[in-house]
């Protein structure tokens, strides 16, 4: 069985930085691509950054030169490092990752529960 979970979340003002990380337990036999999404309320689930296994990454134009994701392919371990933070940065983050398994060696979507990131004014 496979995990995700994210940590690391907060209350920090407008302006500040956070860092957030996401660890991918359970037997896995690979992890392709591992990414950051937010979901505020009353707004649907956004694609905030992702990142490739060789480190190729991407960013939603509203968090590009603010955050960055980066990952530590021996701990299966994802990062954001969130800067500038404005208030409509607040959401819930969640963490999703293409894992490969015994079963699903193919790979499959697993999400973790999400960390609350709050911003203050």
């Known amino acids: 069985q496979v995990q995700l979970v994210e940590s690391g979340g907060g209350l920090v003002q407008a302006g500040g930085s956070l860092n957030i990380s996401c660890v991918a337990s359970?037997?896995?036999?690979?992890?392709?691509?591992m990414g950051w999404y937010r979901q505020a309320p009353g707004n649907e689930r956004e694609l905030v950054a992702t990142?490739?296994?060789?480190?190729?990454?991407s960013y939603a134009d509203s968090v590009k030169d603010r955050f960055t994701i980066s990952r530590l392919n021996a701990k299966n371990t994802v990062y954001l490092q969130m800067s500038s933070l404005k208030t409509e940065d607040t959401a819930v983050y969640y963490c999703?990752?293409?894992?490969?398994?015994?079963?699903?060696?193919?790979?499959?979507?697993?999400w973790g529960k999400g960390t609350l990131v709050t911003v203050s004014s």
């Open positions: 990142i490739q296994y060789g480190g190729s990454t």
């Open positions: 999703k990752a293409r894992i490969a398994t015994m079963s699903r060696p193919v790979g499959l979507d697993y």
């Open positions: 359970g037997s896995i036999l690979s992890i392709s691509s």
